[in-house]
């Protein structure tokens, strides 16, 4: 799935990186917070990228499409909580056609599970003390 999200589908690059992101931070794995971040680096500012947990509260910061991918993302990682409501799909199908909502919600959802692995399995992190 990594793959073909990252390889066969038009969303950019920057977004999915964006959408890895924001789904490990709310999972908690530092490998993949470590390696997106790293990622992100190439093409955002880091002054964007440390504002991604609160990136509801600077719209300025990001475009449209970007803004309706986090919440997205944020509503599939938190689905017992959100259920993902039709309000949400209704938000995020506004600005996806349906194939690139379809590889959004496939770029979520193989974030997720390779977080339930990378964090209980403690994958190593780049970063240094």
Same mark, same amino acid.
């Given at each position: 799935?990594?793959?073909?999200?990252?390889?066969?589908?038009?969303? $950019?690059?920057?977004?999915?990186?964006?959408?890895?992101? !924001?789904?490990?931070?709310?999972?908690?794995? @530092?490998?993949?917070?470590?390696?997106?971040? !790293?990622?992100?680096?190439?093409?955002?500012?880091?002054?964007?990228?440390?504002?991604? #947990?609160?990136?509801?509260?600077? #719209?300025?910061?990001?475009?449209?499409?970007? !803004?309706?991918?986090? @919440?997205?993302?944020?509503?599939?990682?938190?689905?017992?909580?959100?259920? &993902?409501?039709?309000?949400?799909?209704?938000?995020?199908?506004?600005?996806?056609? $349906?194939?690139?909502?379809?590889?959004?919600?496939? @770029?979520?959802?193989?974030?997720?599970?390779?977080?339930?692995?990378? &964090?209980?399995?403690?994958? $190593?992190?780049?970063?240094? &003390?």
């Amino acid at each position: 799935m990594h793959h073909y999200v990252t390889a066969k589908t038009d969303l $950019p690059d920057e977004l999915v990186h964006l959408v890895f992101l !924001r789904v490990s931070q709310i999972n908690g794995c @530092a490998h993949s917070i470590d390696l997106h971040t !790293r990622d992100l680096l190439k093409t955002m500012p880091i002054d964007k990228i440390v504002l991604v #947990p609160v990136w509801s509260e600077v #719209p300025q910061l990001f475009p449209d499409t970007y !803004r309706a991918a986090l @919440a997205w993302a944020e509503e599939v990682t938190l689905l017992s909580d959100t259920h &993902a409501s039709d309000e949400a799909y209704a938000a995020v199908a506004a600005a996806f056609g $349906p194939k690139d909502l379809v590889d959004l919600t496939i @770029a979520i959802a193989a974030m997720n599970a390779f977080n339930r692995l990378g &964090a209980p399995f403690r994958l $190593p992190v780049k970063a240094q &003390a």
